[in-house]
């Protein structure tokens, strides 16, 4: 007999509770092929049976995400800064996109299974972006041990998740800091990396650079509707009520240059843009 797979965001929990990271990308990525494949025959995925609406079991913020012992995390300030024109260097750069990319697939599967009684377009957006994480995480990986290096090899420092666990309570906090916040400045640190990279002739990893700054545009869009969704329906100005968020939160204040081509294609309001830019009060 075959047994029914467990609730969508339950699965959800669960691969954000495993601690290898290449069965965690792996899982993440069989997981979303199974259910478009299956959407696409009309024998269930995504549809029906309450998947999104399940209850999910609690469990305790400080036992997640899973992760494994390497890298260790220390402050961001010291994560030494090293020259992309040395190996060691690079590897050392390539190491930290990765590190992001691993927390990118913890975030997205957080919030898939935190936070309930959203449309089911909102669990479907996240798990999307979560395999979209799985695959730069894991395109990141193989090329930088290309390079002789691993994942884990390098210390990094853990200020993605800790905006997480700031914004737990909050689902308009963390889609506007996380997503539109964190990780959109993403958009803006690429192209000057892709130049390094370049320069150091490691045109490889520039090509996988391209696809994630391709995808992440569409994470931060993600991010983008959904604040603006949780805004209207709970009738807050997100112009005004984003500078808020970042002072209670503690968020990093962002600061030029900015890809705006980017970040408008992300789909930031031209108020936004004025106020990233410090022309709006």
């Known amino acids: 007999m075959v047994l029914p797979e467990p609730p969508l965001r339950a699965q959800a929990l669960s691969l954000l509770q495993e601690t290898d990271p290449q069965a965690k990308a792996q899982s993440v990525l069989a997981l979303w092929q199974r259910l478009s494949q299956a959407a696409q025959t009309g024998s269930g995925g995504w549809e029906g049976a309450g998947q999104w609406r399940a209850p999910v079991a609690q469990v305790p913020l400080s ?51 935190r936070f309930d009684g959203m ?23 193989d090329h930088l041990r290309t390079l002789g290096f691993d994942y884990g090899d390098f210390d990094a420092h853990n200020g993605l998740w800790a905006m997480c666990e700031r914004t737990a309570d909050d689902i308009v906090a963390r889609m ?3 997503p539109r916040t964190l990780e959109a400045r993403g958009l803006d640190a690429t192209p000057p ?23 992440e545009v569409g994470h931060v869009a993600i991010g983008n509707r959904w604040f603006h969704h949780l805004c209207a329906t709970r ?42 830019l410090g022309e709006s009060g």
């Not at 999307?128 to 695959?135: D, F, G, S, Y």
């Open 63 to 113: 036992t997640l995400p899973g992760r494994p012992p390497r890298p260790a995390l220390v402050p961001a300030k010291d994560v030494p800064t090293r020259s992309p024109f040395t190996l060691e260097g690079r590897a050392a750069l390539l190491h930290a996109i990765c590190h992001i990319e691993f927390n990118a697939i913890n975030l997205a599967l957080d919030a898939v299974w």
């Open 119 to 141: 449309p089911d377009a909102f669990y479907r957006d996240w798990l999307q972006v979560a395999q979209e994480e799985a695959l730069h995480f894991t395109l990141l990986r």
């Open 176 to 178: 506007a800091l996380v």
């Open 193 to 215: 990396i892709q130049a390094k990279l370049t320069k150091a002739g490691d045109l490889q990893a520039v090509a996988i650079l391209d696809i994630i700054l391709r995808d």
């Open 235 to 276: 009738g807050l100005n997100p112009t005004t009520v984003y500078p808020q968020l970042v002072q209670a939160h503690e968020a990093p204040r962002l600061r030029p240059p900015y890809n705006i081509e980017a970040r408008k294609r992300a789909g930031f309001t031209d108020d936004e843009m004025r106020f990233l």
